[in-house]
């Protein structure tokens, strides 16, 4: 039978606030084991919490900008369960009363733009981490991220499978580093998703049994879990057998799910509501103040992109993929004293090319480029001029980017400068056509590939200084009238 | 002759200011009552003998530069349920018996501030759990007034160290009646303020929503005095109030003529101690002629107040209590073979019976499937109760009513008999359900000599009121000084 898949997502994105979400210890990442904590996120007995209200500003930024409704007044909620790496025995949480519920945003599927319902944005607190010793069998607790602050993102059971909800996850993450609440990193976990997902006979309306699926830290990993896991789940209903309502781990390494606890084993959190904190009241005024501070969105960028730099919508996507990557567009093609589509396509394929690739080899962003937009524009000028060609411009643009030098500076410390002077290029194109007889003989019979090993042979005569434009017309000038 | 540990802060505080005694003789003459009565009274868990020496030495260097504060040193004891730093702080249960918190809660920040000397950790139900002070892992508490008797609970070491002069004053928390009724019982003055008066932080939590911090002392001046320490907005609590704080002391000595004094229909049920209704009726006239008019009003919902809070109070503390799991600090069992073996011999053997049948209740309550017909139900019947009062408190300044339904009970008479000991707090849960303070004072004496208390409770953020009537009753009916025969 053919099925359609049901998923919903639940993102967890840390928020990158100074402190704590209820006590003044720093959230910094990567300090020593249990240095940023205090009597309060320790949960040592009679402490109390009190609410950062930047937690609440950020989680109304992300609120606004998936198309929220935030809710006048919401409360706490405990999160009853046993952990070590939860030191109170309850997580604070929000459950009955979320800030902000019934969003969408827009994603593109094969060229046709969807909308993904957003049930609703909460706030909670994050857990330690247990480090297990390899050598022994003990673990230790690190409390360092207990009570970062976290947003918990529910969608609506809207996507229909892998790649959508790829897409859904990448503009999630979008959004958040747009707005500068999340630093989005997968790998240090300030940015996790767990799915669920389940399968229907096609054109049928009920939602079959779906499983949790937790572990993914990657885009790809999301992907991959949930195409074996669709594939699971068919052949489990295919085979006659009913799906298992269970949460299911994903392993990378062998590339499967497995069952991690099934619905009987489930906790029962005993949510209620927290007595130790008072309801959150969020009014109109407060609202319109977060909303003044709200930047312009991905979805935004990328249209205005596309309608003032008139690059195509594919560029205008990769530019603004981080807010860092657009504003060193912009800067640079500002820097050319009049804008003109020619300008902005060559700006665009230098960033979203070369220069990408080399700060994605280096896991840098653009905000650390050892090239600044001013050096683009200059480079661009450079080729423009016929100073140098694309292909020495390649060259120019690495050692830029080694050494942090100038262009033009490069260009004269290399000799980089093309060879135009057509007197100069007659003259080896004359001593290469004499060398080559038989290739001569070959392209005078009509073997026009030929034309390309004329085209090499200068370029390797002049250390590929020379002007491809103008090789290619006294070529042809030269080798119709030569005999 | 009149020993140091017999008198009050005031007493005190005047005689310290005339240069008539010193800190440091106040506080060896607490240690000395202390050495002789403690071994019957076991008012303490933990004494604090060498730092309240030193604390006191230093009062009496302040008062030696005119530097004299609200508290100076005046030797006070204070519940095992307030941390303190760098003092074992048990919560009278073996889970805790070897913690030693890092930080001072912000009463106990204020008091020492305020230059007060602490004498020790007092007695206590383990975890606040009890209205008798026979839970605790560290053994029972007596009754200054009758060995064989309970002090009441849960706060019985501190109003027992008041009551056997073991301490000039002192500190407990109340949730359902743990002020009050040890106060009734043990003849001393036990205040309970608003939720939100004094802050909660450093307290352990029993049930966050009904705790509350208050003085026991031996009259009603010396409770405006603590009270002028430590009420006021705390910005490390969430639940405390930013109200004004008045000078609780200028409602002391003002008369309450023309003052409508509610006394609920309600609080006077079968099963009541008949010495008990004596006295509050006696109360009742006393309070007429000091010039208050005393009528009837009703809080019709008082029948469901000790089931509405044996479900708020257990699920509360059933989320609070869940940090006690042996990772982090407290007592962990042996011989452990995983995480949940670990977790489950740890708090076994941890807590004792009535804390582990509270945390059973409240985990019940809050279940998925019970969560609406118990903890739901019981929210929406206690903002009726809080209802109750605030049409009450339309029609009168205060009201009166007894503290506990009975005089204080015999060591093991209740306690295969949860039932009967959770009615001991009939009278004072409403308040804590409400929010608003209520205030015990001593108000007689049953044939056999046994202290009995009467209550009055105002409207939220009415301690001064309180205090105003508790202070002219006190004049008024000038109730017989007597010490307990130790």
Request: glycine share 8%; charged share 25%; hydrophobic share 40%.
């Given at each position: 039978?053919?099925?359609?898949?049901?998923?919903?997502?639940?993102?967890?994105?840390?928020?990158?606030?100074?402190a704590?979400?209820?006590?003044?210890?720093?959230?910094?990442?990567g300090?020593?084991?249990?240095?940023?904590?205090?009597?309060?996120?320790?949960?040592?007995?009679?402490?109390?919490?009190?609410?950062?209200?930047?937690?609440?500003?950020?989680?109304?930024?992300?609120?606004?900008?998936?198309?929220c409704?935030?809710?006048?007044?919401c409360?706490?909620?405990?999160?009853?369960?046993?952990?070590?790496?939860?030191?109170?025995?309850?997580?604070?949480?929000?459950?009955?009363?979320?800030?902000?519920?019934?969003?969408?945003?827009?994603?593109?599927?094969?060229?046709?733009?969807?909308?993904?319902?957003?049930?609703?944005?909460?706030?909670?607190?994050?857990?330690?981490?247990?480090?297990?010793?390899?050598?022994?069998p003990?673990?230790?607790v690190?409390?360092?991220?207990?009570?970062?602050?976290?947003?918990?993102?529910?969608?609506?059971?809207?996507?229909?499978?892998?790649?959508?909800?790829a897409?859904?996850?990448?503009?999630?993450?979008?959004?958040?580093?747009?707005?500068?609440?999340?630093?989005?990193?997968?790998?240090?976990?300030?940015?996790?998703?767990?799915?669920?997902?389940?399968?229907?006979?096609?054109?049928?309306?009920?939602?079959?049994?779906?499983?949790?699926?937790?572990?993914?830290?990657?885009?790809?990993?999301?992907?991959?879990?949930?195409?074996y896991?669709?594939?699971?789940?068919t052949?489990?209903?295919?085979?006659?057998?009913a799906?298992?309502?269970?949460?299911?781990?994903w392993?990378?390494?062998?590339?499967?799910?497995?069952?991690?606890?099934?619905?009987?084993?489930?906790?029962?959190?005993r949510?209620?509501?927290?007595?130790?904190?008072?309801?959150?009241?969020?009014?109109?005024?407060?609202?319109?103040?977060?909303?003044?501070?709200?930047?312009?969105?991905?979805l935004?960028?990328?249209?205005?992109?596309?309608?003032?730099?008139?690059?195509?919508?594919?560029?205008?996507?990769?530019?603004?993929?981080?807010?860092?990557?657009?504003?060193?567009?912009?800067?640079?093609?500002?820097?050319?004293?009049?804008?003109?589509?020619?300008?902005?396509?060559?700006?665009?394929?230098?960033?979203?090319?070369?220069?990408?690739?080399?700060?994605?080899?280096?896991?840098?962003?653009?905000?650390a480029?050892?090239?600044?937009?001013?050096?683009?524009?200059?480079?661009?000028?450079?080729?423009?001029?016929?100073?140098?060609?694309?292909?020495?411009?390649?060259?120019?643009?690495?050692?830029?980017?080694?050494?942090?030098?100038?262009?033009?500076?490069?260009?004269?410390?290399?000799?980089?400068?093309?060879?135009?002077?057509?007197?100069?290029?007659?003259?080896?194109?004359?001593?290469?056509?004499?060398?080559?007889?038989?290739?001569?003989?070959?392209?005078?019979?009509?073997?026009?590939?030929?034309?390309?090993?004329?085209?090499?042979?200068?370029?390797?005569?002049?250390?590929?200084?020379?002007?491809?434009?103008?090789?290619?017309?006294?070529?042809?000038?030269?080798?119709?009238?030569?005999? | 002759?009149?020993?140091?540990?017999?008198?009050?802060?005031?007493?005190?505080?005047?005689?310290?200011?005339?240069?008539?005694?010193?800190?440091?003789?106040?506080?060896?003459?607490?240690?000395?009552r202390i050495?002789?009565?403690?071994?019957?009274?076991?008012?303490?868990?933990?004494?604090?003998?060498?730092s309240?020496?030193?604390?006191?030495?230093?009062?009496?260097?302040?008062?030696?530069?005119?530097?004299?504060?609200?508290?100076?040193?005046?030797?006070?004891?204070?519940?095992?349920?307030?941390?303190?730093?760098?003092?074992?702080?048990?919560?009278?249960?073996?889970?805790?018996?070897?913690f030693i918190?890092?930080?001072?809660?912000?009463?106990?920040?204020?008091?020492?501030?305020?230059?007060?000397?602490?004498?020790?950790?007092?007695?206590?139900?383990?975890?606040?759990?009890?209205?008798?002070?026979?839970?605790?892992?560290?053994?029972?508490?007596r009754?200054?007034?009758?060995?064989?008797?309970?002090?009441?609970?849960?706060?019985?070491?501190?109003?027992?160290?008041?009551?056997?002069?073991?301490?000039?004053a002192?500190f407990?928390?109340?949730?359902?009646?743990?002020?009050?009724?040890?106060?009734?019982?043990?003849?001393?003055?036990?205040?309970?303020?608003?939720?939100?008066?004094?802050?909660?932080?450093?307290?352990?939590?029993?049930?966050?929503?009904l705790?509350?911090?208050?003085?026991?002392?031996?009259?009603?001046?010396?409770?405006?005095?603590?009270?002028n320490?430590?009420?006021?907005?705390?910005?490390?609590?969430?639940?405390?109030?930013?109200?004004?704080?008045?000078?609780?002391?200028?409602?002391?000595?003002?008369?309450?003529?023309?003052?409508?004094?509610?006394?609920?229909?309600?609080?006077?049920?079968?099963?009541?101690?008949?010495?008990?209704?004596?006295?509050?009726?006696?109360?009742?006239?006393?309070?007429?002629?000091?010039?208050?008019?005393?009528?009837?009003?009703?809080?019709?919902?008082?029948?469901?107040?000790?089931a509405?809070?044996?479900?708020?109070?257990?699920?509360?503390?059933?989320?609070?209590?869940?940090?006690?799991?042996?990772?982090?600090?407290?007592?962990?069992?042996?011989?452990?073979?995983?995480?949940?073996?670990?977790?489950?011999?740890?708090?076994?053997?941890?807590?004792?019976?009535?804390?582990?049948?509270?945390?059973m209740?409240?985990?019940?309550?809050?279940?998925?499937?019970?969560y609406?017909?118990?903890?739901?139900?019981a929210?929406?019947?206690?903002?009726?109760?809080?209802?109750?009062?605030?049409?009450?408190?339309?029609?009168?300044?205060?009201?009166?009513?007894?503290?506990?339904?009975?005089p204080?009970?015999?060591?093991?008479?209740?306690?295969?008999?949860?039932?009967q000991?959770?009615?001991?707090?009939i009278?004072?849960?409403?308040?804590?359900?409400?929010?608003?303070?209520?205030?015990?004072?001593?108000?007689?004496?049953?044939?056999?000599?046994?202290?009995?208390?009467?209550?009055?409770?105002?409207?939220?953020f009415?301690?001064?009121?309180?205090?105003?009537?508790?202070?002219?009753?006190?004049?008024?009916?000038?109730?017989?000084?007597?010490?307990?025969?130790?």
């Amino acid at each position: 039978m053919e099925y359609e898949p049901v998923i919903g997502l639940e993102v967890h994105a840390q928020l990158l606030t100074d402190a704590k979400i209820f006590c003044g210890c720093s959230t910094k990442f990567g300090a020593p084991p249990n240095s940023h904590t205090c009597p309060v996120c320790l949960g040592m007995p009679g402490v109390l919490p009190v609410l950062n209200k930047k937690v609440v500003e950020f989680m109304m930024k992300m609120a606004l900008a998936t198309n929220c409704t935030i809710n006048g007044e919401c409360n706490f909620a405990r999160k009853n369960y046993f952990y070590p790496d939860l030191p109170k025995g309850y997580q604070i949480s929000q459950y009955a009363s979320p800030p902000a519920e019934h969003g969408w945003i827009e994603v593109e599927i094969n060229g046709a733009k969807k909308r993904i319902g957003i049930t609703r944005i909460h706030m909670e607190e994050d857990a330690g981490k247990l480090l297990h010793d390899e050598h022994n069998p003990v673990s230790h607790v690190d409390l360092n991220r207990t009570g970062v602050p976290l947003i918990e993102i529910v969608s609506e059971p809207d996507i229909r499978g892998a790649e959508e909800a790829a897409a859904y996850l990448r503009r999630l993450h979008e959004i958040l580093v747009y707005l500068e609440i999340c630093d989005g990193n997968m790998e240090e976990g300030s940015f996790r998703c767990d799915a669920n997902v389940s399968l229907r006979p096609r054109g049928t309306e009920t939602f079959g049994t779906r499983t949790e699926l937790k572990n993914m830290n990657s885009f790809r990993n999301v992907q991959r879990a949930l195409e074996y896991e669709i594939k699971r789940q068919t052949y489990v209903l295919d085979a006659g057998d009913a799906v298992v309502q269970e949460t299911r781990l994903w392993d990378d390494t062998s590339g499967v799910t497995h069952s991690m606890r099934s619905k009987e084993e489930a906790h029962d959190y005993r949510y209620f509501p927290d007595p130790d904190l008072v309801p959150i009241v969020i009014d109109d005024a407060w609202i319109a103040a977060v909303l003044d501070t709200l930047p312009e969105l991905p979805l935004e960028k990328r249209e205005r992109f596309v309608r003032e730099y008139q690059i195509p919508a594919y560029d205008a996507g990769v530019l603004t993929s981080t807010p860092a990557s657009a504003s060193f567009y912009e800067e640079t093609v500002a820097s050319f004293p009049t804008i003109n589509p020619m300008v902005a396509k060559a700006a665009s394929n230098w960033i979203t090319g070369d220069l990408m690739k080399m700060l994605n080899e280096d896991k840098k962003d653009f905000t650390a480029s050892p090239i600044r937009p001013p050096a683009v524009a200059e480079l661009i000028r450079h080729i423009d001029a016929g100073i140098i060609s694309g292909k020495m411009a390649k060259e120019v643009i690495e050692e830029m980017y080694r050494t942090g030098a100038a262009p033009g500076a490069i260009i004269k410390e290399k000799g980089l400068v093309q060879i135009t002077d057509e007197d100069a290029l007659t003259k080896t194109i004359a001593e290469v056509i004499e060398k080559n007889p038989t290739q001569l003989a070959q392209y005078r019979a009509g073997k026009e590939k030929v034309f390309g090993f004329f085209v090499g042979q200068v370029m390797k005569a002049t250390q590929g200084k020379a002007n491809p434009q103008v090789i290619n017309d006294l070529l042809k000038k030269m080798l119709a009238e030569a005999e | 002759m009149t020993e140091l540990y017999e008198l009050t802060i005031h007493e005190l505080q005047d005689k310290l200011r005339a240069g008539e005694t010193t800190s440091a003789e106040i506080t060896a003459s607490v240690f000395k009552r202390i050495d002789a009565v403690e071994k019957e009274v076991h008012a303490y868990i933990t004494l604090m003998r060498e730092s309240a020496i030193e604390e006191a030495a230093r009062a009496d260097e302040a008062i030696l530069r005119g530097e004299m504060k609200a508290l100076t040193g005046i030797p006070i004891a204070l519940k095992d349920i307030f941390c303190t730093r760098g003092v074992r702080t048990t919560c009278g249960s073996r889970i805790l018996h070897n913690f030693i918190p890092p930080y001072d809660g912000t009463v106990v920040e204020k008091l020492r501030a305020a230059g007060a000397v602490f004498t020790g950790k007092t007695n206590m139900d383990e975890f606040a759990m009890g209205s008798s002070t026979e839970t605790s892992f560290f053994g029972v508490t007596r009754n200054p007034w009758d060995l064989t008797r309970i002090p009441g609970g849960s706060s019985g070491g501190s109003a027992a160290a008041v009551a056997a002069d073991e301490c000039i004053a002192s500190f407990g928390s109340d949730t359902g009646g743990s002020i009050r009724q040890p106060a009734a019982l043990c003849g001393v003055v036990g205040l309970k303020p608003t939720y939100g008066r004094v802050s909660r932080y450093g307290l352990i939590a029993f049930a966050s929503s009904l705790d509350q911090i208050g003085p026991f002392t031996k009259d009603v001046e010396d409770c405006a005095i603590l009270m002028n320490v430590v009420a006021g907005y705390d910005s490390r609590e969430s639940t405390s109030v930013p109200e004004n704080v008045p000078d609780y002391r200028s409602f002391l000595g003002r008369g309450i003529e023309g003052w409508r004094v509610g006394i609920p229909k309600e609080y006077f049920i079968d099963g009541i101690d008949p010495e008990v209704e004596a006295a509050i009726r006696e109360a009742i006239s006393v309070i007429e002629r000091a010039g208050g008019s005393c009528s009837e009003v009703s809080l019709p919902h008082t029948d469901y107040c000790v089931a509405v809070y044996y479900v708020v109070a257990p699920a509360e503390a059933s989320s609070n209590l869940a940090r006690y799991d042996g990772v982090k600090y407290g007592y962990r069992s042996g011989d452990n073979r995983d995480l949940l073996d670990m977790y489950k011999k740890t708090r076994s053997a941890g807590f004792g019976e009535e804390v582990k049948r509270r945390i059973m209740i409240g985990t019940y309550a809050l279940s998925s499937g019970y969560y609406d017909a118990y903890y739901r139900k019981a929210s929406q019947v206690r903002a009726l109760i809080k209802r109750d009062f605030e049409q009450a408190f339309a029609d009168c300044d205060c009201i009166l009513t007894p503290t506990s339904p009975t005089p204080a009970f015999k060591v093991g008479e209740k306690t295969n008999d949860p039932m009967q000991m959770y009615l001991s707090d009939i009278f004072t849960i409403s308040a804590n359900l409400a929010g608003i303070p209520g205030m015990s004072v001593p108000c007689g004496y049953t044939k056999s000599g046994l202290p009995i208390g009467v209550q009055f409770l105002a409207g939220h953020f009415q301690e001064g009121r309180l205090i105003q009537i508790a202070s002219a009753y006190e004049r008024q009916a000038k109730i017989e000084k007597r010490r307990p025969g130790l």
